[in-house]
């Protein structure tokens, strides 16, 4: 039972946002070795950032330094309107993008920005990657837009990104890169991976005669499965159901395919 005196719980309040910032700001470092490690960028180039629990937070990375040289005190805490408010780095110089996509999004708890090969092509070429790929229409919900040209830094580019992303978890920023976006770290970087590997099939499939992309229904879907189907775990005898729905939605695709051909 808590006392009467010296009430304790400013402190434990304290101390739990200590942690829920640290672990924050350990997954960002850990998602920094990742996008390293998978080649989702090269050098110091790309950007990442979380919501920090309970706050009006955002963890984000240190401009210009080595993925693989990051500890967590490095990863900069910012409040909404780009204040730091904890670590003695210099943040991403990509803030400003960040920011507009957390004031706009309310669903976007995590940023992950690469520069990766495949999906840097269809930026450079300024052509949108179809929703043709059933992975990339569940996790994205649908093609993936390209955004209008601004430089890297500027509020401008927050604010073309934002609205080239509307409805989706992804963008292609031209000229430039990718931005993925989850509603965790795990569910951003995945969708970069998904997106790059989209961009990869897609400029394949143009060279085999083009592209046939999902119909709108299919992609609204399979997208509201992937949405309901998420954290599984947590109830087996639902999951049964979703599996049965998804192979329903399989031979709706078979029959699908046979219009489209
Ligand atoms: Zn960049």
């Known amino acids: 039972m808590v006392g009467w005196h010296n009430d304790p719980q400013p402190k434990e309040k304290e101390k739990d946002i200590m942690d829920h910032r640290l672990e924050t700001r350990q997954k960002v470092v850990e998602a920094g070795m990742k996008m390293l490690s998978t080649n989702l960028t090269v050098g110091t180039w790309g950007n990442i950032s979380c919501r920090v629990p309970g706050e009006d937070n955002i963890a984000i990375t240190p401009t210009g330094m080595s993925y693989d040289t990051l500890v967590p005190e490095d990863i900069v805490v910012l409040d909404l309107r780009g204040k730091t408010i904890s670590g003695y780095r210099k ?150 159901d979703k599996d049965k729905d998804k192979d329903e939605d399989n031979d709706k695709d078979k029959d699908k395919d046979k219009d489209v051909s």
């Open 91 to 240: 943040a991403s110089i990509e803030v400003p993008l960040h920011l507009a996509i957390y004031h706009a999004r309310q669903d976007v708890q995590a940023i992950v920005h690469t520069h990766s090969a495949y999906t840097t092509a269809m930026a450079v070429a300024r052509r949108e990657i179809p929703g043709a790929v059933e992975d990339l229409v569940q996790i994205v919900g649908g093609n993936v837009r390209v955004n209008e040209y601004a430089l890297p830094g500027t509020e401008q580019l927050g604010i073309n990104t934002v609205k080239a992303m509307a409805g989706r978890n992804a963008v292609l920023l031209a000229n430039h890169g990718m931005l993925g976006v989850g509603r965790n770290l795990e569910e951003a970087f995945r969708v970069c991976q998904v997106v790059e590997k989209s961009a990869q099939v897609t400029l394949l499939a143009q060279l085999m005669g083009g592209v046939v992309e999902l119909s709108q229904e299919d992609i609204d879907g399979m997208r509201n499965f992937y949405l309901q189907g998420y954290g599984q775990d947590k109830d087996k005898d639902k999951d049964k």
